[in-house]
């Protein structure tokens, strides 16, 4: 975490500062406790769903459903990208047998951020995160280097949190039981289905 995240998490906790994020979001489930986390740090929160890595067109369109739900539950704008599993596969061809958590991972992690990335600075929001990084099954400080990376290249500064600490993983279970929320079984491309 660098130290202007942390001055700006102080403030916030005395009330002087409330930032506006963008968040990318990978699904409902683990939106849940990180918007849960921000929220309470008194940020407002824009949800942004563009995820073309999903397969197949069916389990984008549940996943983000579920995800619009949890908009609705937190009363948070939520705003998505049409789905273009072509460009994805594009995006990540020749590391397609790469195994998950691999630089196939890493190069969709880059795709989806700097789509979100674009989209806070078309928005005129000058900072963003992603919930990627509340799952166990993500290594969290490839996301944050990959976030950084885009932050930086589009100029919107990524806030760098590691959802996944203090139980942050096994609380967002327990809210999207409580939410009734679709848990799916798989990361969401179809590379992810198979046993690596």
Known sequence: MNITLQKERLLIIEGEVEMKILLHVCCGPCSTFVIEQLKSEGHELVLFFPNSNIYPKEEREKRKLYAEKVSEIYELDFIFDEYNHPEWKEFVRGLESEPSGGKRCAKCFEMNLTKAAMKARELGIENFTTTLTVSRFKK????????????????VNFLDYDFKKKGGYDKSIELAKKYGLYQQSYCGCEFSLRKN
């Open 140 to 155: 969290s400080h490839m996301v944050i280097a990959v976030g950084r990376a885009v932050g930086s290249r589009i100029g």
